[in-house]
């Protein structure tokens, strides 16, 4: 009588399997890293975009005045995409814009904030490219010259 040695047991079958995981294993590893770093390249457009926005917006303050930087911002504003803005004096009051309720803490800060928030546009919400009712934005908040705030984002849902 032959013994038969179970199939796990020889070194052929071991060691492919051993191999099948080490791939699965680095498969997995090299897909989180390309996520994580595609994750990174895209944060970092968009605050290069969201910064030149609040440039070319500060710029026509500068130039032209605050009402023409106004009307740039409701103009950027009505427009269909992820772009978020929010214009509003030193006491928290919305001007013009397509977002409300920004959070006390981005309307008193400058710098990067994310925050859920509200588009308050009619227009914009029923647009045939509309904005999220709601939704979860990164903005940048910056105190102007002429003391109003202004804040520029995109929607990152």
Same mark, same amino acid.
């Given at each position: ?12 079958v ?6 099948i995981?080490?791939? %699965?294993? $680095?498969?997995?590893?090299?897909? #989180?890293?390309?996520? @994580? ?6 944060? !970092? *457009? ?24 106004a009307?740039? %911002?409701? $103009?950027?504003?009505?427009r269909? #995409?992820?772009?978020l @803005? ?6 928290? !009051? *919305? ?5 409300s ?14 925050f ?7 227009? $914009? ?33």
């Amino acid at each position: 009588m032959t013994s038969k040695t179970p199939l796990w047991r020889t070194t052929t079958v071991r060691l492919t399997g051993f191999f099948i995981l080490l791939f %699965v294993v $680095a498969s997995i590893v090299l897909l #989180g890293v390309t996520a @994580y770093q595609s994750s990174i390249v895209i944060q !970092r *457009q968009q605050a290069r975009d969201i910064g030149r926005e609040i440039d070319q917006l500060q710029r026509v303050e500068r130039n032209r005045g605050v009402r023409a930087m106004a009307i740039a %911002v409701e $103009a950027l504003a009505r427009r269909p #995409g992820a772009g978020l @803005y929010y214009l509003g004096d030193d006491t928290g !009051r *919305q001007l013009v814009g397509n977002i409300s309720d920004v959070p006390p803490f981005v309307l008193s800060g400058t710098g990067f904030f994310t925050f859920d928030y509200n588009v308050t546009d009619a227009a $914009a919400a029923d647009s045939q490219f509309p904005l999220n009712a709601s939704g979860f934005a990164v903005v940048r908040s910056v105190k102007l010259d002429s003391g109003l705030r202004l804040v520029v984002g995109r929607d990152i849902v």
